[in-house]
């Protein structure tokens, strides 16, 4: 297994302690005892595609050029041959301006939609399936002794989810390396981050492996296939429809990452089976967060 005195630190890591993203709260305990605790902020961001306003999204404020960028890449509206020409943070006004060398193809059919914070519904433009047809992910391989070195990295790195709850993150990883470590009250928020960073940064997703806290859903794995990236893993459960769909793009798909354990139900060809799981200590019921994600 990975040592992990030689893994190199993130590019990107969380910053729990950052001014504008958490507020503290007073209230009182089970017992009835005054405590305070510190709460997660959310504030509206407004995405503009040149002068064209696109989605309005809940967040916690921190990235916002990588959430703009990754929204309306993993929406279909900035393709990969649209040069990005300037982004504009207005931060009184609570706006970001995404702006390209020409005109794009969707600024004429956009109306203006709310996307919310929920676990469960992302605002998504036009067929959700758009893109996955014909789409081949790369035949890369996923060592276990990688999975297990990066959930027992990434599960006590300091972070939002630790300290306050009510945050999902999400992960982008090299083999047993994790690269950038984003978060947001949506984990739509927090993939997109993922995805603008990596626009931005050049960065390659062939190689990569993708780490949530969040469920596997549909959207998550149609998201993680359009980036390209051929492996998602997480710490929680799957849906249906979301393995479903895993199966039909050929994205490896891994849930349940809780210790010793794990359970992959697509893409398990990727799977090198290196390290004995008798070997990695079961992970202790006081890891993970403090309060509800």
């Not at 961001?45 to 306003?53: A, R, V």
């Not at 200590?281 to 309060?291: F, L, T």
Request: aromatic letters at 6%.
């Amino acid at each position: 297994m990975a040592s992990e005195a030689r893994i190199p630190p993130y590019v990107i890591a969380p910053d729990p302690g950052a001014d504008g993203l958490t507020r503290a709260v007073e209230g009182t305990d089970h017992t009835g005892a005054r405590v305070e605790i510190a709460v997660v902020e959310e504030r509206p961001l407004t995405i503009y595609l040149n002068s064209q306003e696109i989605v309005t999204a809940m967040t916690i404020g921190d990235y916002p050029h990588y959430l703009a960028v990754g929204f309306l890449e993993n929406q279909g509206m900035l393709r990969p041959e649209d040069e990005i020409t300037g982004i504009d943070f207005d931060e009184e006004l609570e706006t970001v301006v995404v702006r390209t060398a020409s005109q794009t193809t969707y600024e004429e059919k956009v109306k203006k939609k709310t996307r919310t914070s929920g676990c469960a519904v992302g605002t998504v433009f036009g067929d959700m399936m758009e893109g996955l047809e014909g789409l081949t992910l790369p035949e890369a391989e996923v060592r276990t002794s990688w999975l297990y070195a990066l959930a027992r990295q990434i599960n006590t790195t300091p972070s939002l989810y630790l300290e306050a709850g009510a945050i999902h993150g999400t992960v982008l990883c090299a083999e047993d390396r994790p690269l950038v470590y984003m978060e947001d009250v949506g984990r739509h928020n927090a993939v997109d981050k993922i995805a603008g960073w990596m626009r931005l940064e050049g960065e390659t997703a062939r190689d990569k492996i993708l780490y949530t806290t969040g469920r596997l859903t549909s959207e998550m794995v149609i998201k993680c296939a359009l980036m390209g990236i051929p492996v998602l893993a997480s710490r929680s459960g799957f849906t249906a429809w979301g393995v479903e769909i895993a199966r039909q793009v050929g994205l490896t798909c891994i849930g349940r990452m809780r210790g010793q354990r794990f359970v992959c139900l697509s893409g398990e060809e990727r799977l090198v089976r290196d390290v004995d799981p008798a070997s990695v200590p079961e992970e202790s019921r006081r890891s993970g967060r403090k309060g509800a994600a």
